[in-house]
């Protein structure tokens, strides 16, 4: 027999709205009888309607993210970032839609689709363009988002970690153990993120009296094998670098890699820096020194923030930038002026 509210107004004693509201969380039925009905809701087995009661509320308790498909199962990062936003977004009672695309126009073509199916009650926008046409699409249909990152226009709600202090960190940390050839491996030109690494490294040269020079630069894709390829470049040179930055993690576990395949050791001969302190950094051989930001915690305060921007509540801060941690570990080596 299917379990109704008819079913348990007629074991509790007390009406269909009474029951209904009770089960529905409204503060206008005391805690004694709302109680009663729960028991009686949980004995019963009563599994609620949720469809119905989404088409009365017009919320559906799902959030929406949407992820680069070649990201989906090898980028430790996203992995990262998608549970603590999947943990928050359950202590809320909500569900996480995920769908991974190419970027490009399929992805923004996904986030027109979940928007105009009024699947999702809001979005979490991550690894942001420079000029990023999702976020414009999401301004402009008055959608719910919060993204993690800023772009050349940030008149949006995002939490983002300082990248340029980041990346200063590193350079000056390389600077005092006696480096003056530091190379950076960046990340595509086109994220948002890049502009302010790249700003921190040049910052953290010239604080040491170095001027930046454009044969110690390269560029990745983000992934290993990218990191791996840009680091043979820098060490294919008449004077190879001491040192390489990479703009990410996996980036510089590849610049590793190559360090390694060319008869060199790491933190000896090269020292190697990342960028994110993804869990794979502290088991690499060997750990690598990076920049620590807090993913799965930004994850989660991303998720508190999107529902507060969803329920229509002010937030206590629209703009929140964390500080990172640079994280010293033995792929930086020793103290060369020693």
Do not use: W
């Not at 990023?132 to 959608?143: G, N, V, W, Y």
């Not at 629209?318 to 080596?333: C, Q, T």
């Amino acid at each position: 027999m299917k379990i109704t509210l008819k079913t348990i107004s007629e074991e509790s004693g007390l009406s269909i709205t009474t029951v209904s509201r009770a089960l529905a969380g409204y503060d206008d039925v005391n805690e004694e009888t709302r109680q009663k009905i729960v028991s009686i809701a949980e004995r019963l087995g009563y599994q609620p309607n949720l469809a119905a009661r989404h088409l009365r509320s017009k919320h559906t308790q799902t959030v929406g993210m949407v992820i680069p498909l070649t990201s989906y199962f090898s980028d430790p990062f996203f992995m990262e970032l998608l549970s603590g936003v999947g943990r928050q977004a359950a202590e809320y009672g909500y569900d996480l839609l995920l769908s991974a695309q190419q970027p490009g126009e399929d992805e923004l073509n996904t986030y027109r689709r979940m928007v105009a199916s009024s699947r999702i009650d809001g979005m979490v926008v991550a690894r942001i363009l420079k000029e990023d046409p999702r976020i414009t699409f999401l301004k402009e249909a008055r959608h719910p988002f919060i993204v993690f990152g800023r772009s050349n226009a940030n008149d949006y709600p995002y939490i983002d970690v300082d990248g340029e202090a980041g990346m200063r960190a590193v350079v000056q940390h390389l600077t005092e153990m006696g480096h003056r050839r530091i190379a950076l491996i960046l990340s595509p030109r086109e994220l948002a993120f890049t502009s302010a690494r790249y700003a921190g490294y040049v910052q953290g040269l010239r604080a040491a009296g170095i001027e930046p020079e454009e044969t110690y630069l390269a560029e990745g894709t983000l992934s290993a094998d990218s990191g791996h390829a840009a680091a043979l470049r820098l060490l294919d040179q008449t004077t190879p670098p001491t040192a390489i930055a990479a703009c990410n993690d996996m980036m510089a576990i590849g610049a590793m890699q190559a360090v390694q395949s060319s008869g060199l050791e790491v933190g000896r001969d090269i020292a190697v820096t990342g960028f994110d302190d993804i869990p794979p950094s502290a088991h690499a051989h060997p750990p690598l020194t990076t920049v620590r930001q807090p993913t799965y915690l930004i994850g989660r305060q991303a998720l508190d923030m999107l529902i507060q921007v969803i329920r229509q509540e002010p937030l206590d801060q629209s703009h929140v930038l964390l500080m990172p941690e640079l994280v010293i570990r033995e792929s930086s080596g020793t103290n060369r002026r020693r």
